[in-house]
T-cell receptor, first 113, second 113 residues
Framework: GENVEQHPSTLSVQEGDSAVIKCTYS??????FPWYKQELGKRPQLIID?????GEKKDQRIAVTLNKTAKHFSLHITETQPEDSAVYFC????????????FGKGTKLSVKP | DTAVSQTPKYLVTQMGNDKSIKCEQN?????MYWYKQDSKKFLKIMFS???????INETVPNRFSPKSPDKAHLNLHINSLELGDSAVYFC????????????FGSGTRLTVV
């Protein structure tokens, strides 16, 4: 089955700096890669996703890149703000009837003012 | 108007008891899921239902029994609760199985004492 590895497990940056979180996946049939943000005591919320026919996608200060050959994808947050502090999860799915999301173990991002 | 709602939000119970968690979604989605988030924040799939039918049952003890009376509801019943069952349980839904983002409920924090 699919296995998703996520690094780093913790990340601390100064406000205004960029943050990068990286994930690798094992199932070459995976074709959907979402990212979730979970604030303390809250539910995970989808912030951006990318499909296998796209190499990069941007939404304001966040962007995701995908390298299907190397089976890795990354989340980039620019101009970080204290409200970006949260746990971020990457996930992968192969679609179809067995297309449940397999999550990475999360990255705790702390943005220091 | 909450999209995916879970009840109760908190559940404290003694070992050996039986408890249920309810989940309802008003998004018209076909697929619903139960995820378990342990103390290290790892999100692990437990069950997946598509249009009231079980499609994924990960290696979960048979003390856990999901029930889907209709495609808008997915409940989780747990028998003979153990200390290791303490976690946050998230219900989620997606339009169909496959390459779609999930909408999560607010979670149920279960504490077994």
């Amino acid at each position: 089955g699919e296995n998703v590895e996520q690094h780093p497990s913790t990340l601390s940056v100064q406000e205004g700096d960029s943050a990068v979180i990286k994930c690798t996946y094992s199932d070459s049939a995976s074709n959907y890669f979402p990212w979730y943000k979970q604030e303390l005591g809250k539910r995970p919320q989808l912030i951006i996703d990318i499909r296998s026919n796209v190499g990069e996608k941007k939404d304001q200060r966040i962007a995701v890149t995908l390298n299907k050959t190397a089976k890795h994808f990354s989340l980039h947050i620019t101009e970080t703000q204290p409200e970006d502090s949260a746990v971020y999860f990457c996930a992968a799915s192969r679609g179809g009837s067995q297309g449940n999301l397999i999550f990475g173990k999360g990255t705790k991002l702390s943005v220091k003012p | 108007d909450t999209a995916v709602s879970q009840t109760p939000k908190y559940l404290v119970t003694q070992m050996g008891n039986d408890k249920s968690i309810k989940c309802e979604q008003n998004l018209g989605h076909d697929t619903m899921y139960w995820y378990k988030q342990d103390s290290k924040k790892f999100l692990k799939i437990m069950f997946s239902y598509n249009n009231k039918e079980l499609i994924i049952n990960e290696t979960v003890p048979n003390r856990f029994s999901p029930k889907s009376p209709d495609k808008a509801h997915l409940n989780l019943h747990i028998n003979s609760l153990e200390l290791g069952d303490s976690a946050v349980y998230f219900c989620a839904s997606s339009p169909r199985t496959g390459v779609y983002g999930y909408t999560f409920g607010s979670g149920t924090r279960l504490t077994v004492v």
